[in-house]
């Protein structure tokens, strides 16, 4: 007998156990990430299905209120599910009905999980459109850190071995951080936006925010590079699961020939293995580039091309998304299609239902998708 519980609740200790056994990793669906998003504004509403009091699968919709005409909202690498009975899946697509219209949802985005791709078919019977436009990464790579540390290194491309020996020859140390050690990030953070020419630094608090919540469990990692005795480089990294996420890798520009990026990757797999996690993940690579590489072609020599071969040099594995699916809840559900360029057009209501730095990134998105559409 399924049974569906909805909770509001922002943090839930049984929901976050379940993911860390069947999500992958995928910290985006856990209750620690809602307390991220809830200090922006969003309202985590979590779906949980249960067999026999046990959990088989949920998603965790995050909403956010459209003055007077009601919510719209998103699930970031879910929903999840434990059983193979596809009964399991029926039903909670079923609830995730019945929630959404009880919660007054009139959008709502899925971008589903890795290894999906059989319900990103049965969400588009029902009647959800496929888009690009995406919330998370599309595409990411993760290495196997299980096996010991000389033969992770031996599975390395022979140069990316060069770079994490040669940084520490020359003199690049790395230490743990600490809250004290926020400022600096956040500096580096700034500086390292400036130079690349985007503006993803945020604010100072998001910093502080994420650190509050998950320092005092360990799930996240800082770590500081340094070079006769200053910092021009950092790594922060999630631990979720059996996986650590590189969040931000960023420098100042100094020092760049000193590889330190290649040591601060190394650093944090070493303590990632402490931890008895699985694998290593270096975060995203563009989509395009993926589709590159899943294909065997050669790879562009551009920005993203280059750091696609940097973080594929550590003998990393590809993760694709299986899609993201946009559901109207709006009759017809077909009128998504219409529904999402047309608000994707109004920037600053864009920015309001989203938050101004996804919004921007949205927009910025689609209008580069135009233009490749009127070169072709």
């Known amino acids: 007998m399924l049974e569906a519980l909805v909770s509001k609740e922002v943090v839930d200790p049984e929901w976050d156990g379940f993911l860390e056994v069947w999500s992958g990793g995928c910290y985006q669906q856990s209750s620690l990430w809602a307390r991220l998003r809830a200090i922006q504004g969003w309202t985590p509403v979590r779906l949980v299905v249960r067999e026999h009091s046990e959990i088989v699968g949920g998603i965790q ?16 690498k879910g929903p999840v599910i434990a059983s193979k009975d596809p009964a399991v899946l029926e039903f909670l697509l079923d609830q995730v009905d019945r929630v959404a219209r009880a919660e007054h949802v009139l959008f709502l985005k899925i971008q589903l999980p890795y290894g999906a791709d059989g319900l990103g078919r049965r969400l588009f019977e029902r009647g959800a459109q496929p888009s690009e436009i995406s919330v998370s990464p599309l595409a990411t790579v993760r290495i196997d850190i299980r096996p010991e540390p ?9 140069k990316a071995r060069y770079n994490i020996r040669r940084a520490d020859r020359v ?22 936006s400036g130079l690349q020419g985007y503006h993803g630094a945020g604010v100072e608090k998001n910093y502080y925010d994420m650190w509050s919540i998950l320092s005092p469990d360990d799930h996240i990692g ?3 590079a340094e070079y ?17 996420t590189n969040r931000w890798l960023v420098d100042d520009g100094r ?59 550590f003998g ?7 899609g993201v699916y946009d559901v109207s809840f709006i009759w017809p559900r077909r009128l998504t299609g219409r529904l999402v360029p047309a608000l994707v057009n109004m920037q600053p209501l864009l920015g309001f239902l989203i938050g ?3 919004g921007g990134h949205i927009h910025r998105r689609y209008r580069e998708t135009q233009k490749k559409s009127q070169m072709t």
């Open 61 to 76: 919709m995050l909403l956010r209120p459209l003055p007077l005409l009601g919510n719209v909202g998103y699930a970031s």
């Open 150 to 158: 000389e033969d992770i290194l031996a599975r390395m491309h022979h």
């Open 171 to 192: 003199g690049v140390t790395v230490r743990r951080g600490t809250e004290a050690d926020i400022p600096t990030l956040y500096r580096l953070a700034k500086t390292h």
């Open 222 to 224: 800082l770590f500081l």
């Open 228 to 244: 006769k005795g200053e910092v021009f480089a950092a790594n922060a990294s999630t631990l979720f699961g059996d996986v650590v």
């Open 255 to 313: 020092y760049r020939n000193l590889n330190a990026h290649s040591r601060l990757h190394w650093e944090v797999m070493l303590w990632a293995k402490e931890r008895g996690c699985a694998w290593y993940d270096l975060g995203k690579i563009a989509l395009p580039v993926a589709r590159a590489l899943t294909r065997g072609e050669p790879l562009p020599d551009t920005g993203r091309g280059r750091q696609a071969r940097f973080k594929m040099s």
């Open 316 to 322: 990393s594995q590809l993760m694709v998304s299986p």
């Open 356 to 358: 101004g730095r996804l």
